[in-house]
Antibody, heavy 126, light 108 residues
């Protein structure tokens, strides 16, 4: 059974840096094709993809946010960390950690998000 | 960046009726489109990928069709647990992966 859980601060001040941790189980980030991504959702709004890290440490970012984002993985601890700098109230959202299945399930270029964490609401306010 | 539009924004349907949701892409995404369902207070759930392949455990009443720029998600007979918001997502050209604005299916 695959599980993902997000953790981090619930309230951040403008201009500060946000660090979110995704702790997962049921899969390994060393398996070919596996990826973990971050997706956010402002209250009452649609989903926005932020970043993705693959098993081989290939990292991809949303072009509109890439200067503010860093995604890293720690395979020994089964964790993925997202850092976002220079927070703004517009960054208030629920942040989800999501699983991209291995190549044996989803071949190259088949980039859907199979499993999702419960999400964590981050509010940016002074 | 590929833009996705979804219509209608809200669909009012009676239980047992058929629901048809549309997703349109600003340029061809071939069949590289997924559908997700999100209930209030919950994370999204993958329903369909590659435009028409049901994810594991998804009931057969959910079906997806289309290719290129026009896609449809059909729920053949709506159950009470199907009232939710539905999002499409493209993975043809990325980054970024993009999502549509969603269609809310509510009870008529």
């Amino acid at each position: 059974q695959i599980t993902l859980k997000e953790s981090g601060p619930t309230l951040v001040k403008p201009t500060q840096t946000l660090t979110l941790t995704c702790t997962f189980s049921g899969f390994s980030l060393t398996t070919s094709g596996v990826g973990v991504a971050w997706i956010r959702q402002p209250p009452g709004k649609a989903l926005e993809w932020l970043a993705l890290v693959y098993w081989n440490n290939d990292r991809r970012y949303s072009p509109s946010l890439q200067t503010r984002l860093t995604i890293t993985k720690d395979t020994s601890r089964n964790q993925v960390v997202l850092t976002m700098t220079n927070l703004d109230p517009a960054d208030t959202a629920t942040y989800y950690c999501v699983y991209r299945p291995p190549l044996s399930v989803a071949g190259p270029g088949i980039e859907y998000f199979q499993d999702w964490g419960q999400g964590t609401l981050v509010t940016v306010s002074s | 960046e590929i833009l996705l539009t979804q219509s209608p924004a809200t669909l009012s349907v009676s239980p047992g009726e058929r629901a048809t949701l549309s997703c349109r892409a600003s340029q061809s995404v071939d069949s590289k489109l997924a559908w997700y369902q999100q209930k209030p207070g919950q994370a999204p759930r993958l329903l369909i990928y590659d435009a028409s392949t049901r994810a594991t455990g998804v009931p057969a009443r959910f079906s997806g069709s289309g290719s290129g720029t026009e896609f449809t998600l059909t729920v053949s007979s709506l159950q009470s647990e199907d009232f939710a918001v539905y999002y499409c997502q493209q993975y043809r050209n990325w980054p970024p992966f993009t999502f549509g604005p969603g269609t809310k299916v509510d009870i008529k």
